[in-house]
C-alpha cells in the first residue's frame, strides 16, 4: 500500500511557514540579522507580529498533524517511531510557542524589555525559553532517530546523518553565543531555523516510503 502523500505536502508546507522569518528584514528592518534574534519578530510590540506567530502555530500544527498519521496504521521500527514522536513534539512544542508563551516584547532589542532579563537559571526557566527548547529538541531527536533508523552506507544515512551534526553543532554554537551575550546571536538562530526548516523538507521526503503501510 503506497503512503498517504498529504503528510508530504503538511512537511513541505510547515518548512516554508517555519521560514517566515526570512521576511523580516523586509517587515521589521528594526530587528537585525545578526544581533536581533528571529523569534523577537513574533513579540507582541512588533510590527506583523500577528504574521509571524500566525506562520509559526501553522508550522507547528502541520508537522503535529504529519506526524500523528505517520504513526497511526503501520509498523515501524523504534529508531523510526521515535523520528515521528519526535517530530510530532516539535510540532507541540512550537504550537505553544508561537501562542501560549509567545514574547510580549523583544528583548534583543529593546533593554527596557522585562522578557528574558535577570540571570541565567531565571532564564532557561522562562516559558518561551523552555518551548524554545523543546522545539530544538524535538527536531534534533528526530534528526538523530532517522539517522539511526536509516540503512548504512545509504544516500539516506549520509543525509540524515549531515543534518544532525548540523544542528547539533549549530545549536551548541547558538548556546555559547546566548550565554555570552554575543554579537552575532541573531546570526546562530537563523542558521538553527534553515537546518529545522531543512529536517523538515527531509520528513516530507521520508515519509513517502512505502515500509509499513497495511493494504
Known sequence: MRPPRWPAAAFAASSALYSSWLLGPW???????????????????????????????????????????????????????????????????????????????????????????????????????LTSVFAALGGIGSIVSFWLAARPGSADRTWAGGLAVGSVV??????????????????????ELANLAAWLVYAAVRSQRSSGWRG
Open 170 to 191: 549549530v545549536n551548541l554554537g547558538l548556546l555559547v553565543e546566548l550565554v555570552r551575550e554575543g554579537p552575532h546571536e541573531g546570526v546562530w538562530q537563523r542558521v
Open 27 to 129: 517587515l521589521n528592518p528594526r530587528l537585525g540579522i545578526a544581533g536581533g534574534l528571529a523569534s523577537d519578530l513574533a513579540a507582541t510590540d512588533q510590527p506583523y507580529h500577528q504574521l509571524f506567530r500566525v506562520a509559526d502555530l501553522a508550522a507547528g500544527s502541520l508537522a503535529l498533524l504529519g506526524s500523528a498519521r505517520l504513526l497511526v496504521g503501520r509498523r515501524v521500527p523504534t529508531a523510526e517511531r521515535a523520528g515521528w514522536l519526535s517530530a510530532a513534539a516539535f510540532g507541540l512544542a512550537t504550537i505553544f510557542d508561537s501562542s501560549l508563551t509567545a514574547l510580549s516584547c523583544a528583548p534583543s532589542i529593546d533593554p527596557d524589555c522585562p522578557e528574558l532579563s535577570g540571570d541565567l537559571a531565571d532564564v532557561a526557566l522562562d516559558p518561551h525559553t
